[in-house]
């Protein structure tokens, strides 16, 4: 028995309405070469005994592995009672709010998590969550393009922002005619040298991305890129880990104004890393900023006999407005994520969050020291750096992460397809989690591979 509920009459007589003679007709604006008629990527359909088979096998997979890789994803410690919590059914099953009326629990913590984030980043506002950190940039690229009066469509975009992120940011905002300019990054620090902004400043300019530790993992000097931005009438978009804004400094308290936008992935804040997702993306801005935000807000109010409520207070989504109105076709948030993360920061607090980032820290300065001491391996960038680092290797570097595999050891990201000028290099990666036993083991490992 078919799922779909309609007989075939049924959708001849919906096609007729509409002044169609069959459903092909209602795809005829996609080109022909974007259509695919066949399924041939997908492995043939499994009984529930099998598939249950299969992902159990994956998952311990994913178990088992010693993981120095980061790039955006980041092995980091939950706390057993985030997840004990956020899976009770009142937050589990709850849909993400459409309605002002919606469930009090729900609104409350979603209220929460603004709350959390706006004090995170030290900025006045925040919004209900988006996708991912990819999304957030690409939302935070057109808000500020629409909150900037000077009218400009061009963004500057370092290359040391994530690869991914600019790569989503593209696609979002190429058909809207915004120019995407991209900042090379500095060879001997693998940041933002301030002084190759200057030639950028003969043109109006939108806003200025910068990503904080940047995709090197080392540090920009935010302060001067900000306040060069803001003299010359650019906003600041601040690309954010929100795991270390417990020991940096936050993107509201940067240069003299601070930054006007920050984003960023909020995965290390209580999401396993599950194979890639799920994720969500957080935004924050200034005051200015809160008619432009895309999304959800929730605000707390008072009733008519003073008892305090939550309310969907901003939410200009094209379900709600008119469509040419509307800030973003954004239509839901990441609801579960945000609990865990709202759970997460309340159960770490501002010195927990601060303690996980000098563990981070400390474990990438023990693991470059024992790198550095293995024959051909080199530091790259000599840049003040949070828990990633780039390294070169002296022997193709995708081979050598084969070999850590067959070890148990993801061993990094390979910066060999986005940054080939850089050569067999590596992203490393530590978080609190690691022992001084498993450095060790990774370094033993990753010297008798290139020895061989």
């Known amino acids: 028995m078919p799922f779909i509920p309609h007989t075939e009459a049924d959708l001849r007589d919906m096609l007729a309405v509409i002044g169609v003679t069959n459903i092909d007709a209602l795809f005829e604006e996609i080109p022909q070469e974007l259509r695919h008629d066949s399924r041939a990527d997908l492995p043939p359909p499994l009984n529930e005994m099998a598939l249950q088979r299969l992902m159990e096998g994956r998952a311990a997979r994913d178990g088992s592995t010693l993981c120095f890789t980061g790039a955006g994803a980041y092995q980091h410690h939950i706390p057993a009672a985030v997840w004990e919590i956020a899976t009770r059914g009142e937050f589990y099953s709850a849909y993400t709010p459409y309605q002002a009326e919606a469930s009090q629990g729900t609104l409350q913590t979603l209220y929460e998590f603004q709350s959390m984030m706006a004090s995170l980043t030290g900025m006045d506002v925040s919004n209900v969550s988006l996708y991912d950190g990819a999304s957030a940039l690409g939302e935070a690229v057109l808000m500020a393009v629409r909150a900037n009066p000077n009218g400009s469509r061009r963004i500057l975009l370092p290359t040391t922002v994530n690869p991914l992120y600019r790569a989503v940011t593209q696609t979002l905002v190429e058909a809207q005619g915004i120019e995407l300019v991209e900042i090379p990054f500095c060879a001997q620090g693998g940041h933002i040298a301030p002084e190759v902004l200057a030639p950028h400043a003969a043109q109006p ?125 954004i239509c839901s948030n990441q609801g579960l994520m945000t609990v865990a993360a709202t759970i997460h920061m309340s159960l770490l607090g501002p010195e927990g969050l601060r303690r996980v ?96």
């Open 205 to 329: 300019i939108a806003a200025v991305v910068m990503q904080q530790p940047n995709f090197f993992g080392t540090l920009e000097e935010t302060d001067v890129l900000t306040d060069w931005a803001q003299a010359h009438g650019a906003l600041v978009i601040a690309v954010v880990n929100p795991a270390s804004l417990g020991m940096l400094s936050p993107p509201g308290a940067w240069g003299r104004q601070g930054a006007d936008i920050a984003c960023g992935d909020g995965q290390p804040l209580g999401a396993p890393l599950s194979s890639g997702g799920p994720y969500f993306g957080f935004l924050c801005g200034k005051t200015p900023m809160l008619r432009q935000m895309p999304g959800r807000i929730v605000g707390r109010t008072v009733d008519r006999e003073g008892k305090s409520g939550f309310v969907l207070t901003l939410q200009a989504r094209e379900q709600h407005i008119r469509r040419s109105r509307a800030t973003s076709n």
């Open 357 to 452: 980032g000098l563990a981070c820290h400390a474990n990438l300065r023990t693991l470059l020291q024992r790198l550095a001491a293995i024959p051909g391996v080199e530091i790259v960038f000599d840049r003040p750096r949070f828990h990633e680092a780039v390294v070169r290797l002296p022997r193709p570097v995708n081979d050598v992460l084969t070999a850590l595999a067959r070890e148990g050891i993801a061993g990094g990201y390979p910066l060999t397809r986005d940054f080939p000028a850089l050569g067999e290099t590596l992203l490393v990666c530590t978080t609190e989690v690691q022992t001084p036993e498993e450095i060790e083991y990774f370094a033993t490992r990753l010297q008798a591979i290139l020895e061989m």
